[in-house]
T-cell receptor, first 119, second 111 residues
Framework: GAVVSQHPSRVICKSGTSVKIECRSLDFQATTMFWYRQFPKQSLMLMATSNEGSKATYEQGVEKDKFLINHASLTLSTLTVTSAHPEDSSFYIC???????????????FGPGTRLLVL | GESVGLHLPTLSVQEGDNSIINCAYS??????FIWYKQESGKGPQFIID?????DKRQGQRVTVLLNKTVKHLSLQIAATQPGDSAVYFC??????????FGPGTRLSVLP
C-alpha cells in the first residue's frame, strides 16, 4: 500500500517551454501532496504544499507563477514548470499524505521522482 | 532558522557489521521524526518513524533512537547488507507542519 507514482520519470525540453509533471497516489486518497526539488548530492527542498481543492502554499523563494500546482482530486496533483530554463533542471519529487492516517501519522509517501533537463 | 543536520555526511561499513547514522535536530517543538532511504535516481523510501513521546522504536533490522535531551536522532541498521547502500535522510515535523529534511548521509557497504 501507499504507492505514489510520477509521470514522466525523465523529461528533456528546450528552454522556454513548459513541462507538466503528474503525481498520483495509487491506492489511497491524499489530503495533502507536497512537491520537492533535489539538486545532485543535496537534500530535498520543499517547494510547495497542495491541498485538494485549494490553492497551493509555496515556500519562501519559490515563484508560484513559474511553478504552477494543481490538485484537482484526492489522487492527483500536477506541477507545471512554465518557461523552463536550464537552472530549472533538477530532480522533482512529489509526496502524499494518506487521508486515512492524517490524524494519526504524518508520514509522507514519496514518488519515484522526475528528472528534468532543460537545454 | 531551525534545521535538521547530520554529524556524518558519509559512512562506510563492512558487510555484516552494524551501521549507526546520526542526526541532530534543533526544533524542540518537533514531535515526529522519520528516517528515509534514497537510492540513486529514486524517491525517498520510508524506513521507520518515531514520536517524541518515545525514545526507541524497532523495525526489521532497523532501530531508531531519540534523545530529546540533546536533540539527537539515530538510525541503527543491524547486519548491514549491500542493498542498504543509499543516502539516508532524517526528517522532522511539528504536528505535520514544517516537514524538514536533514542534509543526508551516504552509507557505503564494503564487501
Amino acid at each position: 500500500g501507499a504507492v505514489v507514482s510520477q509521470h514522466p520519470s525523465r523529461v528533456i525540453c528546450k528552454s522556454g517551454t513548459s513541462v507538466k509533471i503528474e503525481c498520483r497516489s495509487l491506492d489511497f486518497q491524499a489530503t495533502t501532496m507536497f512537491w520537492y526539488r533535489q539538486f545532485p548530492k543535496q537534500s530535498l527542498m520543499l517547494m510547495a504544499t497542495s491541498n485538494e481543492g485549494s490553492k497551493a502554499t509555496y515556500e519562501q523563494g519559490v515563484e508560484k507563477d513559474k511553478f504552477l500546482i494543481n490538485h484537482a482530486s484526492l489522487t492527483l496533483s500536477t506541477l507545471t514548470v512554465t518557461s523552463a530554463h536550464p537552472e530549472d533542471s533538477s530532480f522533482y519529487i512529489c509526496s502524499a499524505r494518506d487521508r486515512r492516517l492524517h490524524l494519526v501519522r504524518e508520514t509522507q509517501y514519496f514518488g519515484p521522482g522526475t528528472r528534468l533537463l532543460v537545454l | 532558522g531551525e534545521s535538521v543536520g547530520l554529524h556524518l555526511p558519509t559512512l562506510s561499513v563492512q558487510e555484516g557489521d552494524n551501521s549507526i547514522i546520526n542526526c541532530a535536530y534543533s526544533n524542540s517543538a518537533s514531535d515526529y521524526f522519520i528516517w528515509y532511504k534514497q537510492e540513486s535516481g529514486k524517491g525517498p523510501q520510508f524506513i521507520i518513524d518515531i514520536r517524541s513521546n518515545m525514545d526507541k522504536r524497532q523495525g526489521q533490522r532497523v532501530t531508531v533512537l531519540l534523545n530529546k535531551t540533546v536533540k539527537h536522532l539515530s538510525l541503527q541498521i543491524a547486519a548491514t547488507q549491500p542493498g542498504d547502500s543509499a543516502v539516508y535522510f532524517c526528517a522532522e515535523t511539528n504536528y505535520g507542519q514544517n516537514f524538514v529534511f536533514g542534509p543526508g548521509t551516504r552509507l557505503s557497504v564494503l564487501p
